[in-house]
């Protein structure tokens, strides 16, 4: 009796339950089976060889039937290779990961599959495809770095405080710095903002190449200051003793690290898990303890501070259409017009 009084339960409960609950339990399960039968996965993207060993790892324990290739690049090489390669009818990437603007330009090609991850739901507006192509892996945020041995606390608390003349010649800036720029112009204004470049550019900053370098060298007093340095890898120097530190300007640009499935995967359902996975409590738990910026609501940052209190803007990928343009100038104003 007690037996056929549980049967009758639960098929009450079953017939309750809400059919995108039960559709979506039966998609988990055959997305699983489809994956095993797959058992790999190409992921592209511009993660470390050692940091994404260790999200494969924690990956790997959960779904060890699955071996994932990872194709690594950075964000302008990994658009173009995508880019040839489907030009050329090859379509060997399943999952991409890349950074906002050239992930603009992928998207405007149609790269990017449609998908409503279960975990999108965990991501506020600006950090997750309105149309299902895409959401944020993780965050960069752009900052205003300093050497304290070089810089007094409280000396730089805005960007206008970069113009000051007794910072001439002692900042560092990427010569590719777009994506800040383009940014930077919206919260301006177009018309304050070129002006603002002109007179930053007027301080005769210094050009390199990667933000990883110019933070160490800011961290080594070769330059007194980093301009749209990342703060994840400020802490990492900080952590470690340098006499470095970031400024909490308002508002703070957000460069979106994307990652979505490719369009024609050769490999669909090892891509789904794998992109369910990243998105996950778990997953991002993990890129979390990589000291990425999570934009999942229920994951904290290591170390709290790179989002306490802090307002994070997500970058504009619309502005990425006149990405040219926006590199032109940026080139007139600061490289060509270096001296």
Known sequence: MRRNRGILIAGILLALARPDQLGAQTDASKILEMAKKEGELEFYGGFSVADFAQFVRRFNSKYPFIKVNHMRAGAEKLMTRIITEREAGKYTADVIQIRGFPAQVLIEKKVFAKYLSPESKAYAKGFTDPQNRWTTLYVQTSVIA??????????????????????????????????????????????????????????????????????????????????????????????????????????????????GIAEKAPHPNTARLFLDFALSKEGQTEISRAHFISMRHDVKADPPGLVEGVHILPSDLDLARDYDQYYKDFQRIFVKGSH
């Open 146 to 259: 300093f050497n304290t041995r070089a810089v007094k606390a409280g000396e730089i608390k805005t960007w206008e405080d970069l113009l000051n003349p007794k910072w001439k010649g002692q900042m560092v800036i990427d010569r590719e710095e777009t994506e800040w720029f383009a940014n930077m112009l919206k919260v301006m204004g177009k018309e304050k903002g070129l002006r603002y470049m002109q007179d930053l550019a007027d301080q005769n900053p210094n050009f390199r190449e990667g933000h990883t370098l110019m933070a160490q060298l800011v961290a080594a007093g070769e330059h007194k200051i980093g301009i749209s340095l990342y703060a994840p890898r400020i802490e990492d120097l900080k952590a470690k003793g340098a006499p470095i530190e970031w400024v909490q300007t308002n508002p703070v640009i957000g460069f979106l690290y994307l990652v």
